[in-house]
């Protein structure tokens, strides 16, 4: 076992769990990161998007503004799709790059594909298992209105937009319930990490 998907909702700990994953040793890699990549100038991606969207969605600095594309996609599932059938497999075939350059480089070390749409975008097939940082809906909200100085509408709004706890959960090998101290995710944490890195460590001759 070397890869592992990482995924969860709204302020469910899932960057918590990265950053312990990272602290360990694990080659961490940000999907959000890969996604400032598929947008860049002169990639197919940044074409198709403007070819889809328009010219008006590039800045004067030649990269796309992603306020313009946004104010375009949102609260319209269909026309949100047709941007995430465009980006989401360049973002795919960027992870599965540095996936392998990762293994290439130490096949006993553990990759993390940290991705918030793992699932929404079919992604599980890229690792050995799939963790799911799940929070109970009323402390997710309050969690991030306290961290992004967001109203509460607006939370419970982009929460009902997502998969559900139980959804991600039904789809997970493994389930990490952060509705308690951020000290009791790390303890699970701690658990899984001994697990998989036990599973992963080159067995000493006899």
Do not use: C
């Amino acid at each position: 076992m070397t890869v592992i998907g990482l995924t969860g909702g709204i302020a469910s700990g899932k960057s918590t769990a990265a950053s312990f994953l990272r602290e360990r040793g694990a080659h961490v890699i940000d999907a959000d990161r890969l996604g400032h990549r598929a947008y860049e100038p002169d990639t197919e991606a940044f074409r198709a998007v403007v070819d889809a969207f328009g010219e008006d969605i590039v800045a004067a600095d030649g990269q796309i503004d992603r306020r313009a594309l946004g104010g375009k996609v949102f609260g319209k599932p269909q026309v949100l799709k047709q941007l995430t059938d465009i980006v989401w497999p360049e973002i795919r075939r960027l992870a599965e790059i540095e996936i392998e350059a990762a293994l290439k480089e130490d096949p006993a070390r553990l990759v993390v594909l940290e991705a918030a749409v793992l699932l929404e975008a079919g992604w599980e097939d890229i690792g050995d298992e799939i963790w799911v940082v799940t929070v109970h809906r009323d402390i997710a909200i309050a969690r991030a209105m306290a961290r992004d100085g967001t109203d509460q509408a607006a939370v419970q709004a982009r929460i009902d937009s997502q998969l559900s706890n139980d959804e991600r959960a039904s789809r997970a090998d493994v389930v990490l319930d952060n509705s308690g101290s951020e000290a009791e995710l790390l303890e699970l944490l701690e658990v899984q990490w001994q697990r998989v890195s036990a599973a992963t460590r080159p067995r000493e001759a006899s």
